[in-house]
């Protein structure tokens, strides 16, 4: 498996949350990461899921991902925004 990166585009593969998109807010270790959507999954609550019930794009939110690795300010709807900006071109 390629390197997982913080602000990375994932896609549920299983759980309530299935086809869900979703930004990797950090990785915990191996086989867990928090993600978050800006809108259900906020930076406040982000949600631990197993990487193997994600798809993984190539895709990298850098501007996200830095501010995030540098601990600088994201807002929810910067998040919410990317995630509906990148999905358009990712419909199952």
Known sequence: MEEIRVGQLVRSAAGRDTGKLYLIYDVLDKAFVRVIDGEKKKLTN??????KHLSFFPEVVESIADKLNLGENVTDEEVAEVIKTLGLSHRE
Request: aromatic share 0%; net charge positive.
């Open 46 to 51: 982000p949600k631990k899921k197993n990487m």
